[in-house]
């Protein structure tokens, strides 16, 4: 078989507007137009108003390619489009090739007979989405409701793209189209292997059964050979194949063969296993192989124990038989335009949740199926992914053709992501089910929406799951109580996953995520801005304040701003200024997820999982995130590192009683040591305990309590630190190393008085860029700032006790090499020290108010 890449410089055009430029496939249009200056870039200031029409609007991409007179020959050429954005048609020669209406089915198109030796033209007519979803609109027997932001375009779920495109509470309203992954043509003669998929079946002795699952075509009949290569072993079989479409199943036993794990629970062993296609020996000739194909896989079991208790029904993921916490984020689409969703910002992002200690990724149901490259990194590296299907915060119809649609995209997506281990689960949607009683229409009339949604997901996407890929669990919603359990799960913590949102939505206190015990939470979050040298890449140094007509253009949520500095006077005294005030907002952010996240994992085994909204952003804005656009880690990335990690004492507060627990992810025993401490602000330690014992996991184990009335100082002259300490060397159990300790304010630091820590700090004497900084008295959230210079630190938000020499490493670029860092590796200096000394200055709670 030979493969023509397509992909390059073609051209764009509207002709309606008489425009005409460059584009570079695989990308998208309104890329391509800021790159011919045709617009301005549309994240910076207001633009983004100013590209509507964009959407709206028919464009016209052509190519040329040359066809050679052997290539011309081949009984069998197709057109192959991985992703078409969204409505298209496409001819070659002047003469119709097919069409698209799905942004999420690849296309294969036979084009054989149009094609010529020579010169030939393409051109892909890629029609106004915005038109097509009023037309969608226009056809229904009554409206189908979805979530509509300040910029958004409605009937967005009508039409099969990405639905963040039309926009989000994080997100610009950016209509864009295009062709994404690849264009290429194939030609054969004769037999070729379409696709291959591998299920590994787990026998319960240690072996396992491999069935490589074929799909074969043939422009004529031929003979060949098929052989199966896995672990060492092969399986060869003759076959005389008919012309058209032919599945052949091929099986291998494999003893015993190294199992992939999740991060932190072993190695995510891989293995190749490829299949071979050859025309067999003729007279005066040898073998010869007509194709190879080559896939890794990983051997591991996956299961949801959702089995009833005294309180509900569990949700944990077992893997390899082993109950798993996981940890981690959910995950938008890596930027706002399909032309920047490169390997290097994907592989950055993942690196960064890595680094944070997180084992598993949400694909969330408003974005779109990932890349290749995402979820071979995911499997290369034990990341699980939660894979939702991309339907979100929307009613859908339930007419034959939008299910149709449906179904094709389906049976091209399952079969192309079903040999990765890391997809622990396929998720039917994203918040539809809750949707349902967010309208006026869906209220009115619950039972015809109800009808519509159980057609869609359970009739069609449910149903194609179960046929196509069996062993891996379904879960028909997010949130949901688990199949064919409709509980609100929005309210209801006993079973499934739930998405906990009163403390964002509703403004209720941090210590309101103590008043639910969730058995995982897929879905909870608190808002901060980016940070300054973020932010001045789309605004302007006039824009930079919290009201200004352009900030609040980035901000998407109606009122985030409100609840941000509302909170914050909750918390902490009027800051001082606009830096000042973007800082304690990444410091609220960290401190309300945290709570959250310490008070679940105290509750192990009962909560089996915690995955905070939301990981990155697409484009620099006040969210969520916990990464902002560019890569820059915010303090809650930082704090994640910390909360995340598998083994340490943590520190809750709930009506006036603090406590401290040991927690442990692993089933291995493990001996403890944790030092607790009641310190006041000047440094002195006011009472001082040591705890020791064992833990065996998954578990959150409760070691220390007091009411405020038992504490030696009122609750405003002093804040606990525990502190896990090394083991004894002769010590019979598995042993801890020392980390940063946990620690926690007892009452709101607006109350307490907070002397100045002087904090001091020298550059390390190797010649890097880094710096040992220390305090006379504790300093809270320490974080260093280098004005002027792109870059981010190793840590920050950090504690920093007198008596402390803290390491931290300024590192040019962006999560990259911060992950680098927090990983522990050795970075290589990326700026003289001298740059570093003259720009370094500190931000601690202190000095914000």
């Not at 699980?384 to 649609?405: I, R």
């Not at 973020?534 to 009122?559: A, C, F, K, W």
């Amino acid at each position: 078989m030979k493969q023509i890449n397509l992909g390059g410089r073609w051209t764009l055009s509207c002709p309606a507007r008489n425009i005409s430029c460059p584009i570079f496939i695989p990308g998208d249009i309104i890329s391509a137009l800021q790159e011919a200056s045709i617009i301005a870039e549309p994240y910076q200031g207001l633009n983004e108003l100013e590209l509507q029409w964009i959407g709206e609007a028919d464009w016209i991409l052509e190519s040329e390619f040359q066809l050679d007179h052997l290539l011309a020959a081949a009984d069998s050429i197709v057109l192959q489009i991985d992703s078409l954005d969204t409505f298209g048609r496409i001819s070659i020669n002047g003469k119709p090739a097919g069409s698209g209406q799905n942004m999420f089915t690849g296309l294969q198109l036979p084009i054989g007979q149009l094609l010529q030796s020579g010169p030939n033209r393409l051109c892909v007519e890629i029609l106004s989405p915005v038109k097509a979803a009023a037309a969608a609109a226009e056809i229904l027997p009554c409206n189908y409701p979805a979530s509509a932001y300040p910029v958004h375009s409605p009937h967005r779920n009508l039409v099969r793209k990405s639905q963040y495109m039309s926009g989000w509470d994080w997100g610009p309203c950016l209509m864009t189209g295009g062709i994404y992954g690849g264009i290429r043509l194939l030609a054969w003669s004769g037999p070729r292997l379409d696709a291959a998929n591998f299920v590994s079946t787990a026998a319960g002795d240690g072996s396992w059964t491999v069935r490589a699952d074929l799909r074969l075509e043939c422009s004529r009949p031929a003979e060949v050979e098929i052989v199966f290569r896995l672990c060492g072993l092969e399986r060869r079989v003759r076959l005389e194949l008919p012309a058209g479409a032919t599945k052949q199943a091929l099986e291998l036993q494999i003893e015993a063969p190294e199992l992939w794990w999740p991060a932190g629970y072993g190695r995510p062993a891989l293995h190749e296993a490829s299949v071979s296609l050859i025309a067999p020996k003729s007279t005066g000739s040898d073998p010869k192989t007509i194709q190879h194909l080559v896939k890794n896989i990983g051997f591991r079991t996956v299961h949801i124990d959702t089995s009833a208790d005294l309180g509900g029904k569990a949700m944990t993921f077992v893997v390899n038989g082993v109950p798993v916490f996981a940890k981690g984020a959910n995950w938008i689409p890596a930027d706002a335009l399909p032309s920047a969703w490169t390997e290097a910002t994907i592989q950055q992002l993942l690196d960064s949740a890595l680094a944070a200690n997180m084992n598993m990724i949400r694909v969330w149901g408003g974005g779109r199926y990932e890349s290749d490259f995402f979820y071979d990194y995911c499997d290369q590296h034990g990341l699980m992914v939660w894979q939702d299907f991309m339907f979100g915060c929307a009613t859908y119809p339930s007419n034959s053709d939008f299910l149709e649609n449906v179904r094709s995209e389906l049976e091209h997506q399952i079969p192309r992501l079903m040999d990765h281990p890391a997809i622990m689960l396929w998720c039917g949607n994203n918040e539809d089910l809750g949707a349902i009683n967010w309208f006026e229409e869906s209220r009115s009339s619950p039972a015809r929406y109800l009808v519509d949604y159980d057609r869609l997901n359970e009739g069609v996407i449910g149903s194609t799951v179960r046929q196509l890929d069996p062993s891996r669990p379904w879960w028909p919603s997010s949130p949901s109580a688990g199949p064919d359990d409709y509980s609100d799960n929005w309210h209801s913590d006993a079973s499934g996953d739930m998405h906990y949102w009163a403390v964002w939505h509703e403004g209720k206190p941090f210590s309101a995520y103590l008043d639910i015990n969730p058995r995982f939470c897929s879905e909870f979050g608190f808002q901060s801005f980016s940070s300054i040298p973020t932010m001045r890449t789309v605004l302007e140094e006039s824009d930079l304040n919290i009201t200004s007509p352009v900030m609040e253009h980035h901000q998407r949520h109606p009122r985030g701003n409100e609840l941000i500095l509302g909170t914050m006077l909750q918390h902490f005294r009027m800051p001082k200024g606009f830096a000042e005030t973007v800082y304690l907002s990444q410091v609220q952010q960290a401190m309300a997820i945290q709570t959250a996240v310490d008070h679940w994992r105290s509750t192990m085994p009962r909560c089996m999982g915690t995955l905070y909204w939301q990981l990155n952003d697409v484009w620099p804005c006040a969210s969520w995130s916990s990464i902002e656009y560019g890569g820059f880690w915010k303090l809650l990335h930082h704090a994640a590192r910390r909360f995340y990690s598998p083994t340490r004492p943590l520190i809750t507060r709930k009506d006036g009683c603090t406590r401290v627990f040991m927690t442990h992810e692993s089933k291995a025993e493990t001996a403890w040591t944790v030092r607790v401490c009641l310190r006041r602000f000047d440094g002195s330690i006011a009472y001082s305990e040591t705890l020791q014992g064992t833990i065996c996991g998954p578990l959150g184990l409760e070691i220390w309590s007091r009411t405020d009335a038992e504490l030696p100082l009122p609750a405003e002259q002093c804040f606990i630190t525990a502190e896990l300490e090394p083991e004894a060397p002769d010590s019979t159990a598995h042993s801890l190393e020392q980390t940063e300790p946990a620690w926690s304010f007892i009452a709101e630091p607006k109350r307490c008085e907070l002397p100045d820590p002087e904090l001091s700090w020298e550059l390390t004497a190797d010649g890097s860029a880094a710096f040992t900084v220390s305090c006379s008295r504790p300093a809270f959230y320490v974080t260093a700032q280098a004005e002027g210079l792109p870059g981010n630190f190793s840590d920050a938000g950090f504690l920093l006790l007198p008596g402390m020499q803290k390491r931290v490493e300024f590192l040019a670029g962006t999560g990259t090499e911060v992950a680098t860092a927090a990983s522990g590796t050795v970075a290589e200096p990326v700026l003289k020290p001298g740059d570093l000394a003259s720009r370094l200055r500190f931000m601690h709670l202190q000095a914000s108010f």
